[in-house]
């Protein structure tokens, strides 16, 4: 008998179907199940309805034999089901251990904390992790991986048998989500099921016993993960239409022959970020950048836009930029995309049109370009991006993690520029979206473009680019064809061991 079962569970926001007869079990104690779906399929909400936060319009929830309504996240919590929230959850000026315990100390007057025991209980629970932190620190002096280990942590501190992390690695590097999955395994030989959603299939293959794929609000696939491959879980995800398509004309690969270099970098260095940086990138060539976090990658791309002091010499497409000024980047041709999409990369309030010309327009109307142009070229765009939206008009706001990517890049392709540096271009988006966004990179590539590719996810660089060049610790350490690498021997030079 499974420990844990949803059925027929159904929920509406206004208009909008977001679950419409869901079925999922847990099969046993201290099993590790992934959720699976496109962005908008239902996952948090069926995460949130399972958590107690959103009480479902319909359907049964069974726990050990016995059905249970969930009246808040509290009741939940009191049933051992724990959720991690997507935004963090912590009192930032309290310290790893007050945190850890605020869930049962709440329940406590202030006054009456006994602030030993309260250490000591931080302490096992940290253990229980395999995590090395001290529980005196203030938790805004953490990265926030390690606060995500912290609201672990603090489930754990309240007996939780069922964890539920709503897409715990979309933020974390390869190594963070290393020790993410080490505390989840510890956590399975203690008991403790996990519940987690995710975009990463190698991820999901490796650490999950079971796998749920939901497509629009219901349930398409669940069972053992054994029972799925790669092309059984995507089709589920997303359908058969959608599969056909992706398999269209195969990407081309390398540099084109003969090719100039857009990209030239001899020795730049910034401020403890980075030292020594030489390299190149053709037109018509992806290169990709891996490392861990803080080996610098992100702090190269801001310096080659011109957005980050550096000392050495920089040339984009034959043009030197020699001060950190984003300007002088653009008029050399390049276009950069900020790992945040949300706070950097699209205006959310304005609308898909107004994002989409951002760059361009201002080159088009000192071209004296008609406003219906403009708007012909956003929708030809849109189109190309092959955008998801109602309506062009639309806030970027509205639309799905990996539509507003599209139109992040998208704004950029527009605008004609042939050297491209991007920062995280898939994360926190779905698979089906990733391939579309794959797509295009290569597209671009295939027209003359130079992309230099900054990404945590080893598996992408893999699959999109040409060459990889790892970075350790500010210093480019090695430069390896993707044809020739593997998962693990990038790992291995990102770590340092060469
Ligand atoms: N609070 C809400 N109000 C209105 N619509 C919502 C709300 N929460 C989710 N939705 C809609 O429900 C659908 C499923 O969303 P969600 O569960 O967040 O999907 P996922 O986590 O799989 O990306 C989407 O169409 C989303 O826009
Ligand atoms: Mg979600």
């Given at each position: ?60 929830i069974?726990l ?37 315990l ?6 406590r ?72 999955f ?8 203690q008991?403790?099921s ?44 997303v ?32 401020d ?17 950048l ?32 020699t ?39 201002r ?8 406003r219906?142009a ?12 092959s ?19 599209k ?12 050297v491209?540096?991007?920062?995280e ?39 999109l ?12 350490v ?21």
């Open positions: 008998m499974s420990h844990l079962s949803l059925s027929g569970i159904t929920k509406s926001f206004g208009g909008v179907h977001a679950l419409r007869g869901v079925e999922f079990q847990l099969s046993e104690r201290g099993s590790v199940h992934g959720l699976i779906g496109a962005n908008g399929s239902g996952k948090s909400t069926l995460l949130g309805v399972l958590s107690g936060q959103l009480s479902p319009d319909a359907g049964t069974t050990h034999g016995e059905r249970v309504e969930f009246r808040d996240p509290a009741h939940a919590l009191s049933h051992g089901i724990a959720m991690v929230s997507q935004e963090s959850a912590l009192a930032p000026h309290l310290s790893v251990a007050e945190n850890i605020l869930g049962r100390r709440l329940s007057s202030w006054w009456g904390i006994d602030w030993t025991s309260t250490h000591r209980r931080a302490t096992e629970v940290l253990a229980r992790l395999d995590l090395d932190l001290d529980p005196a620190i203030a938790v805004s002096r953490l990265r926030p991986d390690q606060r995500q280990m912290v609201e672990i942590a603090r489930a754990l501190s309240i007996e939780t048998s069922v964890l539920i992390l709503d897409e715990p690695t979309s933020s974390l590097s390869d190594d963070q989500v290393r020790s993410l080490a505390a989840v395994r510890l956590l399975k030989g008991g403790v996990t519940v987690f959603v995710s975009h990463r299939l190698p991820e999901l293959f490796e650490l999950s016993d079971e796998i749920t794929v939901l497509r629009d609000g219901l349930t398409v696939a669940t069972g053992p993960t054994g029972a799925f491959d790669q092309t059984t879980l995507v089709d589920a995800m359908g058969q239409a959608a599969t056909r398509r992706r398999s269209g004309p195969p990407g081309r690969r390398g540099p084109t022959p003969g090719a100039a270099p857009l990209i030239e970098v001899q020795k730049a260095s910034s403890r970020a980075f030292t020594d940086v030489s390299l190149t990138v053709q037109a018509g060539e992806i290169v990709g891996a490392g861990l976090t803080g080996a610098g990658r992100g702090e190269l791309l801001e310096s080659l836009f011109g957005a980050r002091p550096f000392t050495g010499q920089v040339s984009l497409n034959g043009t030197s930029v001060r950190a000024r984003p300007e002088e980047a653009i008029a050399a041709g390049a276009a950069y995309l900020p790992p945040d999409r949300k706070t950097d990369g699209v205006v959310l309030q304005r609308s898909i049109v107004d994002n989409l010309l951002m760059v361009s327009t080159d088009r109307r000192r071209l004296g370009a008609p219906t403009d708007t012909a070229l956003a929708a030809t765009l849109a189109k190309r991006m955008i998801k939206a109602p309506d062009l008009r639309s806030p970027v706001g509205s639309l799905s993690g990996g539509n507003q990517q139109v992040a890049i998208g704004k950029w392709l527009g605008a004609g520029k042939t491209l540096l991007l920062d271009p898939t994360r926190g988006v779905d698979i089906a979206a990733k391939q579309e966004i794959h797509a295009l990179l290569r597209d671009a590539a295939a027209q003359g473009t130079a992309l230099l590719v900054s990404s945590s996810e080893t598996d992408e660089l893999l699959e680019c040409d060459r990889i060049l790892v970075m350790h610790a500010g210093v480019i090695a430069d390896v064809a993707a044809a020739e690498a593997t998962e693990p021997s990038i790992t291995r030079l990102a770590g340092g061991h060469l």
